[in-house]
């Protein structure tokens, strides 16, 4: 099991806002970094520390962060924002890294 | 533009040994850590370790303790991963993704980078 917890699945309708969490107890110390992964490819950093996006990343993503619980929001979903989402950060010993077990996201 | 491009595709047999290497171009090499991750079909990503190709030095999961090993070999801008005493429970595509300018260790954990992946498949 992993010690970062996300909903394995979660559905948006076309150009509505969603919020995928990521909980864990490292989160209280550390950031999460997200990441999203379409069928067959390669992961894509598309938010990490307080809340910055990589070159390329639409700003209709961002990040957020609140106690034990990490949150990547999508504003304005689009299509193609349809794919699997992780979150990853130090695990609660620090040494180690961990990913969350991800989030099967659908666009209506 | 940075790239890092991964070898290809391997079928072993249990009980054997398989090294995915992983060639890093279009930045300092030796400036950004590499890690491993893998991913078993249909499941999620597991991260598996780091290497430094400073200095050399490496940080592995506990699960993978005494089985991988990383190593590098900085004239060709390239790291390896081998993983022994492979069983079905380790067919999985496995990727190689670079940590941030010149941070080292489990801290480092926002990976911008990744390979395109190697699928290492584990069947008699």
């Known amino acids: 099991s992993s010690e970062l917890t996300q909903d394995p699945a979660v559905s948006v309708a076309l150009g509505q806002t969603v919020r995928i969490t990521c909980q864990g107890d490292?989160?209280?110390?550390?950031?999460a970094s997200w990441y999203q992964q379409k069928p067959g490819q390669a992961p894509v950093l598309v938010i990490y520390?307080?809340?910055n996006r990589p070159s390329g990343i639409p700003d209709r993503f961002s990040g957020s962060s609140s106690g034990n619980t990490a949150s990547l929001t999508i504003t304005g979903a689009q299509a193609e924002d349809e794919a699997d989402y992780y979150c990853?950060?130090?695990?609660?010993?620090?040494?180690?890294?961990?990913f969350g077990g991800g989030t099967k996201l659908t666009v209506l | 533009q940075v790239q890092l491009v991964q070898s290809g595709a391997e079928v072993k047999k249990p009980g054997a040994s398989v090294r995915v290497s992983c060639k890093a171009s279009?930045?300092?090499?030796?400036?950004?850590?590499i890690n491993w991750v893998r991913q078993a079909t249909g499941q999620g990503l597991e991260w598996m370790g780091w290497?430094?190709?400073?200095?050399?030095?490496?940080g592995y999961a506990q699960k993978f303790q005494g089985r991988v090993t990383m190593t590098r070999n900085t004239f060709i801008s390239t790291v390896y991963m081998e993983l022994s005493s492979l069983t079905s429970e380790d067919t999985a595509v496995y990727f190689c993704?670079?940590?941030?300018?010149?941070?080292?260790?489990?801290?480092?954990?926002?990976?911008?980078?990744w390979g395109q992946g190697t699928l290492v498949t584990v069947s008699s």
């Open positions: 990853n950060s130090r695990d609660s010993s620090g040494n180690h890294v961990v």
């Open positions: 279009g930045y300092t090499f030796i400036s950004y850590d």
């Open positions: 993704a670079r940590g941030p300018k010149s941070c080292t260790g489990a801290s480092c954990y926002t990976f911008d980078y």
């Open positions: 520390g307080k809340n």
């Open positions: 290497m430094n190709p400073n200095g050399g030095d490496t």
């Open positions: 490292s989160l209280r110390t550390y950031y």
